[in-house]
């Protein structure tokens, strides 16, 4: 059987943190869907907060301490990542995108991501496609057609809660491993965060 390694970055700050548990569930869904196809995988999570003291002194710097090279090359060196960013002030947080400048240039040219977020209102949920999918792009990354926004209620009971986050979860997972495994991408369906283009996301916000 073979394997595949997952680097699972989290860019919450709390303990716990929402973007922590979206992560979780992000990587069970994964390798749920990788294990329908008799594929096993190693995952490695990382909380960039342990991090952000060497990423900070490698923005000054430009030299990754021994703990940051080692997530760095980790990262480098993945099959597929899962990323997953608190939202402030509309868009990815500073830790988030500081590790990712950090990053050789080109280094993710090519690499399957899945992009996540959470935030304190389904409203938030446009930073992915304006602001982290934006990013990935110009990493020359792939990413999923599919991301996942995890609101407060998402946490909750009933169909407006979990249940609805794990279907857009193993939706966007089944896409991540797609790319991964280099099979076409299929339509799975509605009810996760849509790529949309520009005009479509100023209308949809009033303006």
């Given amino acids: 059987m073979s394997e595949r390694k997952i680097v699972v970055i989290s860019a919450g700050l709390g303990v716990p943190s929402s973007s922590r548990?979206?992560?979780?569930r992000l990587a069970a869904s994964t390798a749920d869907q990788f294990r329908l196809q008799g594929v096993e995988t190693e995952i490695q999570l990382v909380e960039l907060r342990d991090y952000a003291v060497d990423i900070a002194n490698n923005m000054v710097t430009g030299y990754a301490g021994p703990k940051l090279?080692?997530?760095?090359?980790?990262?480098?060196?993945?099959?597929?990542?899962?990323?997953?960013?608190?939202?402030f002030s509309a868009s990815y947080s500073g830790l988030f995108k500081s590790f990712f400048d950090v990053v050789e240039p080109?280094?993710?040219?090519?690499?399957?991501?899945?992009?996540?977020?959470?935030?304190?209102?389904?409203?938030?949920s446009l930073a992915l496609d304006y602001?982290?999918?934006?990013?990935?792009?110009?990493?020359?990354?792939r990413t999923v057609q599919t991301t996942v926004f995890a609101a407060p209620e998402d946490w909750g009971a009933?169909?407006?809660?979990?249940?609805?986050?794990?279907?857009?979860?193993?939706r966007a997972a089944a896409e991540l491993v797609d790319l991964v495994q280099g099979a076409p991408v299929t339509e799975r369906g509605r009810g996760g965060v849509e790529s949309?283009?520009?005009?479509?996301?100023?209308?949809?916000?009033?303006?």
């Fill in 21 to 24: 548990m979206l992560a979780d």
């Fill in 69 to 87: 090279d080692e997530v760095l090359k980790a990262t480098v060196a993945a099959d597929a990542l899962i990323v997953v960013t608190p939202v």
């Fill in 106 to 124: 080109r280094a993710l040219a090519g690499k399957p991501v899945l992009m996540g977020a959470a935030g304190g209102s389904a409203r938030h």
């Fill in 131 to 141: 602001a982290v999918r934006p990013l990935f792009s110009y990493l020359r990354a």
């Fill in 158 to 170: 009933g169909e407006a809660g979990t249940g609805g986050l794990s279907e857009r979860s193993d």
């Fill in 196 to 207: 949309k283009s520009f005009e479509e996301i100023l209308a949809s916000v009033g303006h």
